[in-house]
């Protein structure tokens, strides 16, 4: 499965999101590296309103917020 595109730009993949190292690396096999980006929060919204429209500090897993941003709930 192919990575995410947004990897180098990703403030998230960056580490410029506090979380602990061994829980955001969960999170990138989760989601950066392994197809898994189609279901990340800051990717949907990446690619539904734009780049500008992420949150800096969503994380990928944040379905809630990103059910919020998309105005589904
Ligand atoms: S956190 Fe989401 S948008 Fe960022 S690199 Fe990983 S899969 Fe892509």
Same mark, same amino acid.
């Given at each position: 499965?192919?990575?995410?595109?947004?990897?180098?730009?990703?403030?998230?993949?960056? &580490?410029?999101? /506090?979380?602990?190292?061994?829980?955001?690396? @969960?999170?990138?096999? !989760?989601?950066?590296?392994?197809? %898994?980006?189609?279901?990340?929060?800051?990717?949907?919204?990446?690619?539904?309103? &734009?780049?500008? /429209?992420?949150?800096?500090?969503?994380?990928? @897993?944040?379905?809630? !917020?990103?059910?919020?941003?998309? %105005?589904?709930?």
């Amino acid at each position: 499965m192919a990575a995410c595109h947004f990897l180098e730009k990703c403030h998230f993949f960056n &580490g410029n999101i /506090s979380e602990t190292p061994s829980a955001a690396s @969960d999170l990138k096999i !989760r989601y950066c590296y392994g197809g %898994g980006h189609v279901a990340c929060a800051r990717y949907v919204v990446c690619k539904k309103l &734009g780049e500008g /429209s992420v949150p800096k500090n969503l994380f990928p @897993d944040q379905q809630n !917020r990103l059910n919020e941003i998309l %105005g589904f709930i």
